[in-house]
């Protein structure tokens, strides 16, 4: 279990503070989500739109706790088998070789059909044993005698069935293994999962978390991850390009910005060695925050307008 003394889980502002050092900028509800996380020991559903930072909360997670990331990726038709564990077939086939070449050794001759059959039989558990376990990832989250954390990214791309395969872990942290048996940690793990939302989640899964939504940010906190992540751009321009990304949101396009692409489109200015926004400099790197030609095409047309704006926020 994790320890609600853990000196990192103290206060929320702390979470907030140790989130900003490795590079994310989390607002108070997303640091009270993740202080009541912890002492609850509740897994955390995080849905919002692509590219608001839902997977990059796990990987600082691990950061600020200085424990491995265990991903798993979820996709349509993903199984008990790529998620938990899976059987060393290959090390099992060549193990029943080496059975067989003993068997004379094994068996004695004199002995019937019955006490063979029965000597054969305590071999059985080894050829199902630890020894032979592939571990996948929910099963190697487990096994971390430190800790780990769990992302189960994209849980919403996976079949219903496995959103039940999943339950048992979400609740009881746990794994039952029909060969072996349960398997319990002996330190549980930080457990993330994220969506898109392209398909409905179960009421089952979503009482066994807590719910996080992360919309895209407010101009205010968006200027305050690009200038944490890109620290050379002048305040000057980062308004203007904030600005301009916010108008974008705004608009009936297909794919809106993600804050990753706010970031890169900052870095883009940074190494053009722009100052000042222009409808010809915005032109030449739309493609670098937009991603479809419908879009481009949206944005361009109110290209003058939104530039004009996006300048005069920054004052003269």
Not at 65 to 70: Q, S
Not at 165 to 183: C, K, R
Not at 185 to 205: D, M
Not at 249 to 269: C, F, H, N
Request: charged fraction near 25%; hydrophobic fraction near 40%; proline fraction near 5%.
């Amino acid at each position: 279990m994790n320890s609600a003394l853990d000196p990192k889980f103290t206060e929320i502002d702390q979470i907030s503070e140790g989130y900003r050092a490795a590079g994310y900028i989390c607002n108070r509800s997303i640091a009270t989500t993740l202080y009541l996380a912890h002492h609850l020991g509740k897994p955390v559903l995080v849905e919002g739109p692509a590219g608001v930072g839902k997977t990059d909360l796990a990987k600082t997670m691990a950061t600020y706790l200085e424990l491995p990331l265990i991903r798993l990726q979820c996709y349509e038709g993903l199984d008990e088998s790529k998620a938990l564990y899976e059987w060393k077939y290959g090390k099992q086939l060549l193990y029943t070789q080496l059975l067989k070449d003993k068997l004379d050794r094994i068996i004695d001759p004199e002995e019937n059909l019955s006490e063979s059959m029965e000597k054969l039989h305590r071999y059985e558990d080894v050829f199902f044993s630890k020894k032979f376990l592939e571990p996948r990832p929910l099963l190697k989250a487990l096994e971390q005698a430190e800790g780990a954390v769990l992302l189960i990214d994209e849980v919403d791309k996976a079949d219903d069935e496995f959103e039940a395969f999943l339950l048992e872990i979400l609740s009881d942290f746990q794994v039952s293994i029909p060969e072996i048996g349960t398997i319990q940690p002996g330190t549980r793990p930080y457990v993330f999962l994220t969506s898109n939302s392209t398909r409905e989640l179960s009421e089952a899964l979503k009482r066994r978390c807590l719910h996080l939504f992360i919309p895209f940010p407010d101009a205010s906190l968006e200027r305050d991850i690009v200038r944490t992540r890109v620290p050379g751009i002048s305040g000057r321009l980062e308004i203007q390009l904030v600005t301009f990304i916010q108008q974008i949101r705004q608009m009936d396009v297909k794919k809106p910005p993600s804050i990753g692409e706010t970031i890169d489109w900052a870095r883009v200015l940074l190494l053009l060695h722009a100052n000042d926004l222009n409808p010809d400099l915005v032109r030449e790197t739309l493609h670098v925050i937009l991603k479809f030609e419908e879009d481009i095409r949206i944005v361009s047309q109110n290209i003058f307008t939104m530039t004009d704006i996006s300048v005069r926020s920054a004052g003269n």
